[in-house]
């Protein structure tokens, strides 16, 4: 059906069905992995809000009492996350009109140059301005990741594909957490460490940044805006790549309908059949980041509510932070075998209850124990729900939905974080996580009345 053996060009709907019979083939997981790779330096720098905030702290950029009284490292994680609101909603929609591969470029381009400003500031003012805008970039490549990825792997391993991503991601958690243990507190060539932390992870995605020139575009974008050729000839690679590793010819696609619609409109995700949805994934994502960013962006706090001095709290942090990305891979075996809703419903399930556990614990290798398992339940949660809304939304619209709904979980952090600092100054550790558990009732219960199925469906069949 290539134009490779002559013939007619290709309709959307035959490259569609050539892309829904391609089997996973190490070629779909490279560009997966690349993918990943850039996604992976934007997680150094956002994973690296909890652990960056206790040296900046030490080093009296911030202090204790700040904006509305409360300390710095609240504004710090405030800032960071409005800046994610503003790229995930106002920007993101740029991916769905211009195409995900220049603007997953165009985004880690523009947080490497925001991170070395950040890095020459010397108060929380300065630190914060730049982190936001720094945010916007990081808001932007993350969505892109997603809708990117849902397009690419093959509809009987999306799960897994997911999974994947999020392990690799999460390589940089326990790197920006030993970086921050061992480098932050330090003085280097006359630089101070927090400097050099927040530079490391700029540095690295500059390297990041040639690797992507690889990538292709998405061939599902191509076709939805009508640029036919340039989706055969990319599918065709894949197809041929599929064909050699296989040893054996493919199976011949099954029809998929299709209609063509290459302008990009927010109103449509407000109009049935995708307006309950959109209200479910708002809803999930306003409750689910405070449970999984609740956690994240104050894990060395919390273990210093519970009695654990600085210089531990970084260490037990970073033990604690060695554990994401390994989680994803454990949860690699499940990703295909239930249901997408289901796994998020278990996660936030889980993460409520370790959350107050832990709020009730004062052994420091308990509170390891209980900050893995937290960390396991999130990374559940992390991938599962990733996956399931670049699931519900069609092409035309993917990253342009994705980002409208991600953003509710971007601005939910903005507040929480002023509400987190307020309760554990009010009632502590077991305040903070009642407040967290509250939150994952509420995803529990709406995923489990609301939420659509998606497992082992096309992306085509499940936008309906």
Not at 390 to 410: D, K, M, N, Q
Not at 423 to 434: K, N, Q, R, S
Request: hydrophobic share 55%; proline share 5%; aromatic share 12%.
């Amino acid at each position: 059906m290539s134009r490779a053996g002559g013939g007619a060009p290709p309709t959307r709907a035959e490259i569609l069905a050539r892309l829904e019979r391609l089997p996973p083939s190490r070629a779909i997981w490279g560009l997966i992995v690349l993918l990943s790779l850039g996604g992976c330096f934007e997680f150094y720098d956002l994973m690296m809000t909890a652990y960056i905030s206790p040296v900046l702290a030490r080093a009296g950029v911030f202090h204790k009492i700040g904006l509305f009284g409360l300390p710095d490292q609240a504004s710090f994680v405030a800032a960071t996350f409005l800046g994610l609101f503003i790229g995930t909603i106002a920007v993101s929609q740029l991916a769905d009109r211009f195409g995900r591969r220049a603007i997953f470029v165009a985004s880690l381009l523009w947080y490497t140059v925001a991170a070395v400003v950040m890095a020459l500031q010397n108060d929380a003012l300065g630190v914060d301005l730049w982190r936001l805008i720094a945010g916007i970039g990081i808001g932007v490549e993350l969505v892109t990741i997603d809708t990117f990825i849902a397009e690419l792997a093959p509809r009987q391993v999306r799960g897994r594909a997911f999974a994947v991503n999020q392990s690799i991601q999460f390589l940089a958690v326990p790197i920006v957490a030993f970086a921050a243990w061992r480098i932050g507190v330090q003085t280097i060539a006359g630089v101070a460490g927090w400097r050099v932390v927040v530079l490391l992870g700029a540095a690295a995605a500059i390297g990041v940044w040639f690797i992507q020139l690889r990538l292709p575009e998405s061939p599902r974008w191509l076709a939805e805006h009508g640029r036919l050729d340039e989706a055969d000839a990319i599918v065709a690679r894949l197809e041929a790549a599929a064909r050699f590793e296989r040893r054996e010819p493919l199976p011949p696609p099954a029809p998929v309908a299709a209609s063509s619609d290459g302008h990009v409109r927010l109103s449509e995700i407000f109009r049935r059949p995708l307006l309950g949805r959109t209200g479910l994934l708002v809803t999930l994502n306003f409750f689910q980041a405070i449970g999984f960013y609740g956690f994240t962006n104050w894990a060395p706090t919390f273990l210093a509510a519970q009695g654990v001095h600085f210089a531990e709290s970084l260490q037990y942090g970073f033990i604690i932070a060695a554990a994401y990305p390994i989680g994803p891979l454990i949860w690699c075996s499940v990703a295909e075998r239930f249901e997408r809703k289901w796994l998020v419903v278990a996660a936030c399930a889980a993460t409520g209850a370790l959350g107050l556990a832990f709020a009730a614990t004062r052994a420091p290798a308990a509170l390891i124990v209980l900050g893995v398992a937290i960390n396991f339940s999130n990374n559940l949660l992390s991938f599962s729900y990733h996956a399931y809304q670049a699931e519900l939304y069609p092409t035309r619209v993917r990253a342009t939905a994705v980002g409208f709904v991600y953003s509710w979980s971007r601005l939910s952090t903005v507040l929480s974080s002023y509400v987190i600092a307020w309760l554990l100054g009010l009632a502590g550790a077991a305040g903070a996580f009642g407040f967290i558990a509250a939150a994952m009732l509420v995803c529990v219960v709406s995923v489990a009345a609301f939420g659509p199925p998606t497992r082992g469906r096309a992306l085509e069949v499940i936008a309906g």
